[in-house]
């Protein structure tokens, strides 16, 4: 996997004087309307993920409806590159030279985000807000035209980490990761948060491509693994909880926070028993519209009306769509700030500057700050548990800083 993404990174080396001659200071921008784009998983493995497209572009079309931004309305096109790295690379080209959009916003996945990352930081074209918690995008002196959206991964790990030294200090932990960045990521902050605590008694790999994990985690049983931590993407986490019911084995879990949606986790659980997810651990920063606390929430209940009118085939229930409008509604933000003279460099100064207090899809109390030399905007989560077929927060807000 990591060879074939560098020789994604010199293909894309090649296509760089295309994409920058004949520069202009906003390519995409008319005097009414901004087109932005990007990739996500529509088909492929991280399937689940896809449905962050049309919740995104549900919110614009609110926004366009309302009056735009700064007097012009936002065009955004997405398209499907099944997860695979190598249609992200091809697409985001396209997106670039033939679309001429302005920036790319939101791509999907750490593999995809990582492959175009040099691309678009020669090209300077701002690569907004990508779904990764990977380090590799807080590289702000090589990369400052790249961020990510999502909590560290390494923060990510360190809290689980920092949870199983306090609760379970003897834990007995067996790891599943994505053999990626992500996987990496989670696993670096995992023995860095439990500080000598627990032991690590074996930790497994797996890539996009593989079918299943069923070897990997009955080897993490069979090495007396009584704490399992899945840092994996949704299929292999669905795959997880069906591996671990079929072995007998009953550990507690942490599952990363890429994969906790309700639905992912409601299959997981009609796969095996609800006595197979109950207990299980991760963290969140966004409002769960399915939850009852929710339901008269105005933030949810505008959720489902801009639902309800702009996307009526997608399914309100698919907390994935929330994340979309969440990060929808921080572009939004940036490109305000940004101001009426939209260039590239204004929108790469607004993204690096950003104090966000007011995003109503997050839960309360999280603030979104960037610098120049801080590109992790989700600087808070908060710890959950699977409980009765729910996620229920454990507690205040923890610090989740890389």
Do not use: C
């Not at 309100?316 to 572009?331: E, H, R, S």
């Not at 960037?370 to 610090?399: E, K, N």
């Amino acid at each position: 996997m990591r060879k074939a993404l560098a020789l994604l990174v010199v293909a894309l080396a090649v296509g760089i004087p295309s994409a920058t001659a004949g520069h202009q200071d906003a390519p995409g921008v008319t005097a009414t309307n901004v087109l932005i784009g990007g990739t996500v998983p529509l088909t492929g493995p991280a399937a689940a993920f896809g449905v962050v497209g049309p919740g995104a572009a549900a919110y614009f079309a609110y926004v366009n409806d309302h009056g735009g931004v700064n007097g012009r309305t936002i065009t955004y096109k997405y398209y499907d590159d099944a997860y695979d790295p190598a249609q992200t690379v091809q697409l985001t080209r396209q997106l670039v030279q033939q679309d001429n959009v302005f920036a790319v916003f939101d791509t999907i996945g750490t593999p995809n985000a990582l492959a175009v990352q040099p691309y678009l930081n020669q090209a300077k074209v701002p690569g907004l807000f990508a779904g990764t918690g990977a380090s590799a995008f807080n590289n702000f002196k090589q990369y400052p035209w790249t961020m990510g959206y999502l909590p560290s991964f390494s923060a990510e790990g360190a809290i689980y980490g920092r949870q199983i030294a306090k609760t379970n200090p003897k834990a007995k932990i067996g790891v599943l990761y994505e053999n990626s960045d992500f996987g990496d990521d989670l696993v670096a902050g995992l023995k860095k948060g439990l500080g000598g605590k627990g032991k690590i008694v074996a930790a497994l790999g797996y890539e996009p491509t593989d079918t299943d994990v069923a070897s990997q985690v009955s080897r993490l049983k069979g090495a007396g693994a009584d704490t399992f931590m899945i840092f994996a993407t949704p299929l292999f986490a669905i795959k997880s909880y069906i591996d671990m019911a079929k072995l007998g084995w009953k550990p507690q879990v942490y599952i990363s926070s890429v994969s906790i949606e309700p639905t992912i986790m409601q299959i997981a659980t009609a796969s095996t028993s609800p006595a197979t997810t109950a207990g299980s651990t991760s963290i969140a920063f966004v409002k769960d519209p399915t939850q009852a606390k929710w339901a008269k929430d105005p933030a949810v209940k505008l959720y489902r009306q801009i639902m309800a009118k702009y996307d009526p085939q997608g399914r309100p229930t698919d907390v994935y769509n929330f994340y979309g409008m969440a990060v929808a509604y921080t572009m939004v933000d940036v490109l305000k700030k940004a101001g009426r003279n939209l260039t590239r460099d204004g929108l790469l100064n607004a993204a690096t500057h950003l104090t966000e207090a007011g995003n109503p899809f997050l839960l309360p109390g999280i603030v979104l700050r960037t610098s120049p030399t801080d590109y992790f905007p989700m600087d808070q989560a908060a710890l959950f548990r699977y409980l009765g077929g729910h996620w229920i927060q454990q507690g205040p807000l923890v610090p989740a800083k890389s």
